[in-house]
């Protein structure tokens, strides 16, 4: 715990001048010159002072009743609540990124105001780097005491590794390699057309693969709480969502910009947040995207092989085209999109096959070649030469039932089955569901329902692989889908999805 006397020691070594705080009676919070730097819990000490201010915070925040509005359960419950699925959080639209910025944002501020440590910086959980759960999270115990940071619901042990498809180098390049807000940081929903409130929770944009895969999956594999919508009430939820964070402040550093629209700049979280002394504020928008605005910075690598690399993986495509797609409006001229609606479900055992009228001709032009006949096309061409990309859009997927399934999408395998892994050249991406049906559903204390998800995979890489083995043929691109259980879950349980729609578009 943070006394009075090492604060009070603290100030009079670094010669800074003491400000009130306001929150905690008797206590001077220290003035702290520098930016506060976000640090990887990679390799941290279990008594790093700041997982130790962290780790004292949550232990005293779980200590408070939960009817009490600042409180462990009382700030939780801003994300989502026990009865009501999710409450003010955005999931599945373009608020998704700055919303969650301001809410982890908001914690590091109470930690500071807590316990009068202005250079207090949130840490974060690099899943790429370190696969297992952190040990500061996955003992039970710190010190012979109960661990504030253990969270018992938890599915995954502490000797799990999450995968190279989820978290792997080379998914995070792809998503690096993104170079519009809308895919990278989702999509806005096409109805919106003002700046009311009920937009920010509503759903009903096209989630990205930053979204889709590394943020859905991470949630759920460590599943319980995690996987719900109360999964702020893990601690491990904050250390996620820093590293998910930390990515965007590595995109916008390449030089990616993010969108200009009012409709997102403009838009206020109204009251969406909560100081210590109960007082809830408003955070606009546009005001995240500086995140050293918010009182912190990374150690982020230099860009200039980013930005290399980000060239060679995903050429430029038309930004017009590729946002008038995401938003369903009528394709500007060049721009090929061809949809096949759907009643089926993706099954374990019974892989969802949906046939869209693109041919391989047409897919030749875009990947930059030739076919050599009308049954078979042949690229030399390196993965990220191609002038255009291929994507498609699984549109109005509602959420599962269970927690039972992730779900896999390949391209024109026709031998398709639980057996295929994911290093077979047809397979495309995985993506996840963050909580079940009913925490979308929006019942209960006023909450508002979720619409739908939808997902973008991109196909151009797996396509120029077939592309080179003649397997692009014919006059349809075959997009599949497979639920491929859990661990520990059979085929036959593996929850079941309906697309409503997979349209393919060439960009």
Avoid at 104 to 116: K, L, N, T
Avoid at 419 to 447: I, K, M, N, R
């Amino acid at each position: 715990m943070i006394t009075r006397r090492k604060l009070m020691t603290t100030a009079a070594l670094s010669g800074a001048a003491l400000t009130f705080s306001g929150v905690v009676p008797g206590v001077r919070a220290v003035a702290y010159t520098g930016l506060p730097v976000r640090r990887s819990l990679g390799g941290m000490p279990l008594d790093d002072k700041d997982l130790s201010l962290w780790r004292d915070f949550v232990g005293h925040m779980k200590g408070i009743s939960e009817n009490e509005p600042v409180s462990w359960i009382g700030f939780a419950n801003i994300h989502g609540t026990s009865t009501g699925g999710f409450n003010k959080c955005p999931h599945g639209d373009w608020y998704f990124l700055p919303w969650h910025r301001g809410y982890v944002s908001m914690y590091e501020q109470a930690v500071r105001d807590w316990s009068g440590e202005a250079s207090f910086a949130m840490p974060y959980w690099d899943w790429t780097t370190d696969r297992q759960i952190p040990k500061a999270y996955s003992d039970q115990t710190y010190n012979g005491q109960p661990n504030p940071l253990y969270d018992a619901t938890r599915t995954m042990s502490a000797t799990a590794s999450l995968p190279d498809n989820m978290v792997g180098q080379n998914v995070i390049t792809d998503i690096l390699a993104e170079t519009e807000y809308q895919v990278f940081g989702t999509s806005k929903n096409p109805s919106q057309n003002n700046l009311d409130q009920s937009w920010i929770p509503a759903g009903g944009g096209v989630s990205g693969p930053l979204e889709a895969n590394p943020h859905n999956r991470v949630h759920c594999a460590v599943g319980g709480q995690m996987c719900s919508a109360v999964s702020a009430r893990d601690p491990l939820f904050f250390m996620h969502h820093g590293n998910i964070d930390r990515l965007w402040a590595l995109w916008n550093s390449q030089g990616r910009q993010n969108t200009e629209e009012s409709l997102w700049t403009d838009m206020p979280f109204a009251n969406n947040f909560r100081k210590m002394d109960g007082a809830d504020y408003t955070v606009i928008t546009g005001e995240t995207q500086a995140y050293e605005s918010l009182g912190y910075t990374y150690n982020l690598p230099e860009t200039s092989g980013l930005l290399a690399l980000a060239a060679r993986v995903r050429p430029g495509a038309s930004s017009t085209g590729l946002n008038d797609v995401l938003a369903g409006r009528p394709a500007p001229e060049g721009v090929i999109t061809q949809t096949k609606t759907n009643f089926l479900a993706a099954t374990a055992l019974n892989p969802l096959d949906i046939a869209v009228p693109v041919s391989a001709s047409q897919v030749a032009a875009a990947l930059g070649e030739s076919p050599q006949s009308t049954e078979t096309l042949r690229l030399s061409s390196q993965i990220g030469d191609a002038p255009k990309q291929v994507i498609a859009i699984l549109r109005d997927v509602p959420a599962p039932a269970a927690d039972t399934a992730e779900y896999r999408v390949f391209v024109n395998c026709d031998y398709l089955s639980l057996e295929v892994p994911d290093t077979d050249p047809h397979y495309v991406t995985t993506f996840g569901f963050f909580g079940l049906a009913g925490d979308h559903a929006g019942h209960g204390h006023g909450g508002t329902a979720k619409e739908p998800s939808s997902y973008l995979v991109n196909l151009t890489g797996a396509l120029q692989r077939l592309a080179r083995r003649g397997q692009v043929t014919g006059d349809d691109i075959v997009v599949q889908v497979l639920a491929y259980p859990r661990q520990g879950v059979s085929p036959q349980d593996a929850a079941p999805i309906v697309p409503g729609s997979v349209e393919v578009a060439i960009v």
